[in-house]
């Protein structure tokens, strides 16, 4: 039967797997034995910090994404702030900074001072069309009307004053610097992830409070609602090579949808976990990357002690998954985490076809005794050779004033060079990872990533 195969080659594969990236992954110590040791960092890396200057009410960068064009995108979220909004940036060559290209509020007509829950951010929902350059985005919410302290989705439901209009749907067009149209993606809801299907003309998404799953014509621009998957929402969504959309469920189940057959179905299957004290819940995605073959992708979860897997969903009635293990240090269990500091995000391809990603890093007496004139907290850029499955730290994004340790998306711009959005104390922005000469090549971001 397909689904004995798919349980027996993901036990294989899990197994094989990840004793072979834990085999790697267990960190250099110095010679007491006590903490790792510096020499293991490749240091032909260099960093760039660019903060959100052009807008100081910015608390967070949810969504980087490269665009159709191959320039970096931004989102300059002020959500805590009442009557905070977003500004769209885009990394500027030539001049080595940022560009703010719009306050999205005054594109879409839902003043930041209306009263109501406002346009405060952009949540993985950066997606490009190649075909005409157009880059699409949806919003989210958060962000507290301007006389009230915080805003809840639940509370406010029913009040037609202080309820959140909607996501809003933009179509901006990276030749002319043009926002074409808008709509309104969710009525009432945010959007928490955004896909393309370029040949079908669709966008997918993933609501939030209530966590259905949407699909939008750009021809017709008209919406379907298939229904609620759960309460805890995935982070990402996926396509495959016959155009079928995944993402996750509460359980840590993976969820396809078919569009052959307009069906969302659940597989059996829980994903990878730590066995010693999860059992699958909350085990969602944070940050899926395709490989450049378009065979497998990349998956993390968003969960204490995140976990990184190959998924190959070309193969089978259901996927074979890969358990690459854990991407943050060993600590104790019975001892909570929280989740912002235990965290891994950021996945990406370079043009050397290596994956890199973000793992935070922090002080452990135990586990991680970091010497005291180190952060407490650190964001620490892997490089994963996919053949081999070795890992190798190659940089640690530096925070002028504060820790940097919450990274939230990744993506390679045309140049080849790699970019990282920051999430924590104000002020919030960008990292640049430059890449060595060797490892750079241009058009670094094709095939490009088609959801946010």
Not at 25 to 42: H, L, Y
Request: some cysteine; charged content about 25%; aromatic content about 12%.
């Amino acid at each position: 039967m397909p689904n004995k195969l798919a349980r027996r080659e993901f036990v294989k594969g899990s197994a094989v797997a990840a004793a072979a990236f834990l085999a790697q992954s267990k960190p250099a110590r110095s010679s007491s034995g006590t903490e790792p040791a510096e020499a293991s960092a490749d240091t032909s890396y260099r960093t760039s910090w660019y903060p959100f200057t052009g807008h100081p009410h910015a608390d967070s960068c949810w969504s980087l994404s490269v665009g159709p064009d191959g320039r970096i995108y931004a989102a300059a979220c002020s959500e805590h702030m009442p009557g905070g909004v977003v500004k769209v940036v885009r990394y500027n060559e030539q001049t080595d900074a940022l560009d703010y290209l719009f306050t999205l509020d005054e594109m879409v007509d839902d003043p930041h001072d209306s009263g109501r829950a406002t346009q405060c951010k952009i949540h993985y929902s950066f997606v490009p069309s190649m075909s005409d350059g157009v880059l699409y985005m949806a919003t989210h919410l958060s962000g507290p009307p301007i006389d009230q302290p915080a805003y809840s989705p639940w509370r406010s439901w029913h009040d037609e004053k202080r309820c959140f209009r909607g996501s809003a749907l933009l179509a901006f067009d990276t030749k002319t610097d043009r926002v074409l149209w808008w709509d309104t993606l969710i009525p009432k809801e945010g959007c928490r992830c955004l896909l393309h299907d370029e040949e079908r003309h669709l966008l997918y998404a993933l609501s939030y409070p209530r966590d259905h799953f949407i699909i939008f014509d750009t021809r017709t621009r008209t919406r379907r609602d298939l229904g609620r998957i759960g309460s805890v929402n995935a982070q990402a969504l996926f396509l495959d090579r016959r155009r079928r959309v995944w993402t996750t469920d509460d359980y840590g189940h993976l969820v396809r949808y078919d569009p052959e057959i307009d069906r969302l179905d659940r597989s059996p299957f829980v994903l990878p976990h730590d066995p010693e004290f999860q059992t699958g819940w909350h085990s969602v995605f944070y940050d899926v990357v395709a490989a450049p073959d378009g065979e497998c992708v990349y998956a993390v979860t968003w969960i204490a002690a995140p976990r990184l897997m190959r998924i190959w969903p070309n193969e089978g009635d259901w996927p074979r998954v890969e358990d690459l293990g854990p991407v943050t240090q060993k600590r104790n269990p019975s001892i909570p985490k929280d989740t912002f500091v235990d965290h891994c995000g950021g996945l990406v391809f370079g043009g050397d076809r290596q994956l890199y990603y973000v793992a935070s890093r922090w002080r452990d007496p135990v586990y991680n005794p970091m010497p005291a004139d180190r952060p407490a907290r650190e964001g620490v850029v892997w490089r994963l050779d996919p053949a081999t499955l070795e890992r190798t730290e190659v940089a640690v994004l530096k925070h002028p004033t504060d820790l940097a340790q919450y990274v939230s998306r990744g993506a390679v711009d045309r140049n080849g060079d790699l970019f990282f959005g920051n999430v924590g104390t104000k002020p919030v922005g960008i990292f640049k990872l430059h890449m060595p000469a060797d490892r750079r090549i241009k058009n670094a971001h094709l095939p490009i990533r088609i959801w946010g």
